[in-house]
T-cell receptor, first 113, second 115 residues
Framework: GQNIDQPTEMTATEGAIVQINCTYQ??????LFWYQQHAGEAPTFLSY??LDGLEEKGRFSSFLSRSKGYSYLLLKELQMKDSASYLC?????WGGGYNKLIFGAGTRLAVHP | KAGVTQTPRYLIKTRGQQVTLSCSPI?????VSWYQQTPGQGLQFLFE???????NKGNFPGRFSGRQFSNSRSEMNVSTLELGDSALYLC??????????????FGPGTRLTVL
């Protein structure tokens, strides 16, 4: 079957670095997305990884290891506005060219002063 | 470019009623997917529409239905509402959808409360 695991909650201090992990089990892996969702708002796209390695975008970086079924989102120089839920989503290729997108339950990050 | 828009933003209904939610995708996007988000279940896929055709469907009862118009706008309907249908309903648009790896962009959602 398909499964995505990420921690339910994390806390961190303003200015610090935090790493949010995501492990997945799927066949036909075809990419991994990270989204940020503030309470009561829409998820917003952060990053996409399909090849192994680190993708950096400003304060946010995302890493993927396909052999380990593992990704992480790294947030540097944390700001209060980074308090949000972070969703890991995996695309897997099924028959007929169809890609199924499965979301993890999300990690709620609280940033404290 | 305008983002994905959803109307209404909030709805309160009673059990047994039906509801219609609307989603306008980003201009040029032809795929619209609908999700239900609840605290306990996270984001659950409802269905995807592309070129006015339902392309994929999640594990939801037949009370949940949808359609897509020629301008790619989509509506979702829930009939005979149950208390458990209370959730945030999100729509997401993408260029060509599930037969590619393109990114989905979400609308702000419709918060449905069933009393």
């Amino acid at each position: 079957g398909q499964n995505i695991d990420q921690p339910t909650e994390m806390t961190a201090t303003e200015g610090a670095i935090v790493q949010i992990n995501c492990t997945y089990q799927t066949s036909g892996f075809n990419g991994l997305f990270w989204y940020q969702q503030h309470a009561g708002e829409a998820p917003t796209f952060l990053s996409y990884n399909v090849l192994d390695g680190l993708e950096e975008k400003g304060r946010f970086s995302s890493f993927l290891s396909r052999s380990k079924g593992y990704s992480y989102l790294l947030l540097k120089e944390l700001q209060m506005k980074d308090s949000a839920s972070y969703l890991c989503a995996v695309k897997s290729l099924w028959g007929g060219g169809y890609n199924k997108l499965i979301f993890g339950a999300g990690t709620r990050l609280a940033v404290h002063p | 470019k305008a983002g994905v828009t959803q109307t209404p933003r909030y709805l309160i209904k009673t059990r047994g009623q039906q509801v219609t939610l609307s989603c306008s995708p980003i201009s040029g996007h032809r795929s619209v997917s609908w999700y239900q988000q609840t605290p306990g279940q996270g984001l659950q896929f409802l269905f995807e529409y592309f070129s006015e055709t339902q392309r994929n469907k999640g594990n939801f009862p037949g009370r949940f239905s949808g359609r897509q118009f020629s301008n790619s706008r989509s509506e979702m309907n829930v009939s005979t509402l149950e208390l458990g249908d209370s959730a945030l309903y999100l729509c997401a648009s993408s260029l060509v959808g599930s037969y590619s790896t393109d990114t989905q962009y979400f609308g702000p959602g419709t918060r449905l409360t069933v009393l």
